[in-house]
């Protein structure tokens, strides 16, 4: 586990906020020079706490699809079924999650899908092939109250 100190933190609020911020932008919010700044964040890419930028997209902005949550449990008697349960979820591309679980269910998959049709085909085609996965329930996204991917300062 990586050792973060108050100006890490500060970068990486910094960067989650807005990824494209460039060093320049950076130091001169935290009142720093360019070096130790772009020094710092090499650091936390080289370690993997930064491990990609990406742009996020707003999907309400160009598409009416849905999201549904999916949970359930597994069938499995052995380590290897489940690994084989992962592997077929990590394949799928309506699947932008995958939640390993404790408590009565096993996992909790977030997918997406263009419209009710739609998702009942996926769920009877990709999902019920899925190896190992027993009983699922599915609830259906009515309004999305809050998204983000920011990490809080406290959590890291």
Known sequence: MA???????????LLQHDAK????DIAQKLNLTKT?????????????????YVALVDRQKFT??????????????????TQEFYDAVMGIEEV??????GG????LLKVIAHDLDSYHEF????????????????????????YTTEVPSMAL
Do not use: M, W
Not at 21 to 24: A, F, Q
Not at 104 to 107: G, H
């Open 3 to 13: 050792k973060l100190d108050p100006i890490d933190h500060k970068i990486l609020k």
């Open 21 to 24: 911020l460039n060093i320049n």
């Open 36 to 52: 130790p700044i772009y020094e710092r964040i090499k650091r936390l890419e080289k370690s993997g706490v930064i491990n990609k």
């Open 64 to 81: 009416s699809s849905i999201i549904v949550f999916l949970t359930g449990a597994l069938k499995v008697t052995e380590f290897k079924q």
């Open 96 to 101: 932008l999650e995958c939640y390993l679980l």
């Open 104 to 107: 009565d269910k096993d996992f």
């Open 123 to 146: 769920y009877s085609s990709r999902i019920a092939s899925i190896p190992h996965v027993g009983e699922i329930r599915s609830s259906f996204v009515l309004k999305e109250v809050k």
